[in-house]
């Protein structure tokens, strides 16, 4: 894609469904490979919400995004629960650090300070850590975990507004 491409951003929609199942999966396996090795990323990745699973986000109350590239694909999302987490942030690889995520998250940002929160927090990535620092989010401590057998981390991070 271009550098100059126009995005655009909208509320998520139900038809967004596979579209955001396809674009975790290419996101976790292309941008996480830098941070994480190949085991990691399949663990991720495997553990990651199909589109059944993004149906019921939709559903469920909270406030979601799609960026949509010139061709009104989707290229990245976000979502905000009501309690001022921020429970998925993805770009496709092909358009990452164009800004994207950051566009998106001005809409989370936008949405709690409407809904009157005053704190957002995030389990991020090693990937995704530094797009949430330059957002102003703080470490609050680095999170060890397992999924199956796999050893991986990311880090609890909140954002006073």
């Not at 001005?106 to 927090?121: D, N």
Request: overall charge negative; glycine content about 8%.
């Amino acid at each position: 894609m271009r550098a100059d491409a126009v995005i655009t951003l909208r509320v998520v929609r139900d038809s967004d469904a596979e579209a955001m199942a396809e674009v975790y999966r290419r996101s976790v396996r292309g941008l996480g490979a830098k941070d994480y090795t190949p085991a990691q990323v399949e663990a991720w990745a495997s553990r990651g919400p199909d589109a059944a699973r993004f149906r019921q986000k939709i559903a469920d109350g909270r406030k979601g995004w799609v960026a949509l590239d010139p061709e009104g694909q989707v290229c990245g999302f976000v979502d905000l629960e009501a309690d001022g987490h921020v429970d998925v942030l993805y770009v496709d690889p092909e358009q990452a650090g164009q800004g994207i995520a950051g566009r998106l998250l001005t809409e989370v940002e936008r949405a709690a300070r409407s809904a009157g929160l005053s704190r957002l927090y995030v389990e991020a990535s090693e990937t995704a850590r530094p797009v949430f620092e330059r957002r102003g989010y703080t470490m609050v401590t680095r999170r060890d975990f397992e999924i199956g057998s796999v050893a991986i981390h990311n880090y609890a991070m909140e954002r006073t507004l």
